[in-house]
């Protein structure tokens, strides 16, 4: 079964709404990630957490809020949405710690579209 | 700047044929690196890490990597491919081990049968 499940799979938002993207993860990793993936540019990350009440900035967070409540929900807030945040957004746990190499352990992605 | 390139954006070879995808990354210091795998609208799939010992690290599905401090480099190979293999290939480097996992654009490999 899928340790880390996004919602909603698929989404269509206005310019200026408020978008909440979810995350839950069963795999009771401290890390959680989230990255949108954009045509040429890869990957990129929008913002982490160490565990349950942290929030850290990636290297795009401009536009994004993220919030961690628990250890197993981590979720993107996009307060005014834009058509340049179309993507597909990925969210991810990490088993890293320690100075252990991390693996990460991917959703299936959500497409948000804004128009 | 730390970064990542994969050279290619595309790759086609038959099945049963070997295929090596390419991956260089910038910073000369601790690293470690990661092979990931997507097919097409899923989400991404551990293959391999590297981060100390045995610069030829084992993965999932016959894939292997090699780690190269000289040519700053990892690249990953299959001896025989086969037509599920074909899928978009992503390179991860992070200097830390966690949090700031920087990815390649990616390679997009298409194996014909």
């Known amino acids: 079964e899928a340790a880390v499940t996004q919602s909603p799979r698929n989404k269509v938002a206005v310019t200026g709404g408020k978008v909440t993207l979810s995350c839950n993860q069963t795999?009771?990793?401290?890390?959680m990630y989230w990255y949108r993936q954009d045509t040429g540019h890869g990957l990129r990350l929008i913002h982490y957490s160490y565990g349950a009440g942290s929030t850290e900035k990636g290297d795009i967070p401009d536009g994004y809020k993220a919030s961690r409540p628990s250890q197993e929900n981590f979720s993107l807030i996009l307060e005014l949405a834009t058509p340049s945040q179309t993507s597909v957004y990925f969210c991810?746990?990490?088993?890293?710690?320690?100075?252990?190499?991390?693996?990460?352990?991917f959703g299936s992605g959500t497409r948000l579209t804004v128009l | 700047t730390q970064t990542v390139s994969q050279s290619d954006a595309h790759v086609t070879v038959f099945e049963g044929d070997s295929v090596e995808l390419r991956c260089n990354y910038s910073?000369?210091?601790?690293?470690?690196l990661s092979w990931y795998i997507q097919h097409h609208g899923r989400g991404l799939q551990f293959l391999l890490k590297y981060y100390s010992g045995n610069p030829v690290v084992q993965g999932v599905n016959g894939f292997e990597a090699e780690f190269s401090k000289s040519d700053s480099s990892f690249h990953l190979r299959k001896a025989s491919v086969h037509w599920s293999d074909s899928a978009v290939y992503f390179c991860a480097v992070s200097y830390t081990g966690y949090q700031n996992f920087y990815f390649g654009k990616g390679t997009s490999l298409t194996v014909i049968p």
């Open positions: 795999n009771n990793h401290n890390n």
């Open positions: 910073y000369g210091g601790s690293i470690y």
């Open positions: 991810a746990s990490g088993d890293g710690g320690q100075g252990r190499a991390e693996t990460l352990y």
